[in-house]
């Protein structure tokens, strides 16, 4: 079975700072989709980004950017000049791409506070 | 575009009731996915449904059940609840069983007394 890490509980970034979130995870697939999604007090789940496996290419959501590293099965959510609106639990997802098995799998999350 | 709507969004209940959740996808997403998020242990996938056909389920005792209707709306059921059954349910909606996006509703907060 697959599992997803998020080894930080709490972080914390000053408005216009750059912070990383640090995402692992453990598969012994080839083929998956890795997402961050955001969850504001208003318990939406909000997609902030995406990644497929197969692509060497980092994504990049305008402010919002990754680090995937395939081999070391790690997948960090970068977020640049941040602002108000950006705190939130950000919670890091796995899906597998075979056969049927369409689950998200998530992390515990990391509460992102976002300072003056 | 009207987004993923759950209802209603906040419910209590008590301990032995029973409870039915509803979920309106997306106009023209055929994919219905439960998750229950709790502190204790997170968000869990509860099951999906695609074209009215439970296609992957999760790790639940057998009182929790849903169903999907012919224009995907789609409902979850708890029977007998118990007091660990607190919780916030999440629906997420995608076009395609195990779409590449998928849209979440805001949720329904179930509380059990």
């Known amino acids: 079975a697959q599992t997803v890490t998020q080894s930080q509980p709490e972080m914390s970034v000053q408005e216009a700072e750059t912070v990383t979130l640090s995402c692992t995870y453990d598969t012994s697939e080839s083929d998956y989709y890795l997402f961050w999604y955001k969850q504001p007090p208003s318990r939406q789940m909000i997609l902030v980004i995406r990644q497929e496996a197969y692509k060497q290419q980092n994504a990049t959501e305008n402010r919002f950017s990754v680090n995937f590293q395939k081999a070391a099965k790690s997948f960090s959510l970068k977020i640049s000049d941040s602002q108000l609106g950006d705190a939130a639990m950000y919670f890091c997802?796995?899906?597998?791409?075979?056969?049927?098995?369409?689950?998200?799998?998530f992390g515990t999350g990391t509460r992102l506070q976002v300072t003056l | 575009k009207a987004g993923v709507t759950q209802t209603p969004r906040y419910l209590i209940k008590t301990r032995g009731q029973q409870v039915t959740l509803s979920c309106s996808p997306i106009s023209g997403h055929r994919s219905v996915s439960w998750y229950q998020q709790t502190p204790g242990q997170g968000l869990q996938f509860l099951f999906e449904?695609?074209?009215?056909?439970?296609?992957n389920k999760g790790n639940f005792p057998g009182r929790f059940s849903g169903r999907q209707f012919s224009n995907s709306r789609s409902e979850m059921n708890v029977s007998t609840l118990e007091l660990g059954d607190s919780a916030l349910y999440l629906c997420?909606?995608?076009?395609?069983?195990?779409?590449?996006?998928?849209?979440f509703g805001s949720g329904t907060r179930l509380t059990v007394v």
């Open positions: 997802a796995y899906r597998s791409q075979t056969g049927t098995a369409s689950k998200l799998t």
């Open positions: 449904y695609f074209s009215e056909t439970q296609r």
């Open positions: 997420a909606s995608s076009m395609a069983q195990g779409g590449y996006g998928y849209t």
